[in-house]
Structure formats: structure tokens, C-alpha cells
């Protein structure tokens, strides 16, 4: 399966010392998070679909306020 890559600044995420949204999880949890976890960054829910070991492998991005976000 391919990578995609997204434009960060186009997500609305802020820059940091990161290049993926991966890499913005793990700057804003500050751990590895298990696969089914999730967060909000303003108005984005981003979950954590796939790990491989200690890796992020998926997320999933949807962009709108829902009930039960964090």
C-alpha cells in the first residue's frame, strides 16, 4: 500500500518539528499512542487506525465537531 502525504498547513495543523501527521500525533500526545486512540485539534478528530509496533501507520482525519471527542 502507498504512503500518502498531506500539507500540513492545509489540515490546519500549527508547524512544528515534524513532516507528517504521524509525526504531529506524537509531538501532541507526547507517547506512542494504541491503535483506536484518538484526539481533537480544533475542529479535527484525528484516530489512530494502524500501528506497526511502535509506529503509526494509519490515521484518519475527519474534520467537523462530533460528539465524544476529546
Do not use: S, W
Not at 485539534?41 to 465524544?68: P, S
Request: glycine share 16%; charged share 25%.
Amino acid at each position: 500500500m502507498g504512503t500518502c502525504e498531506y500539507d500540513l498547513p492545509h489540515l490546519g495543523l500549527p508547524r512544528g518539528e515534524y513532516e507528517t501527521v504521524a509525526g504531529f500525533i506524537l509531538d501532541a500526545l507526547g507517547h506512542i499512542p494504541t491503535e483506536g486512540g484518538y484526539f481533537r485539534h480544533h475542529d479535527l478528530r484525528l484516530v489512530v487506525t494502524q500501528m506497526k509496533g511502535m509506529r503509526i501507520e494509519r490515521v484518519m482525519v475527519t474534520r467537523g465537531h462530533l460528539n465524544g471527542g476529546r
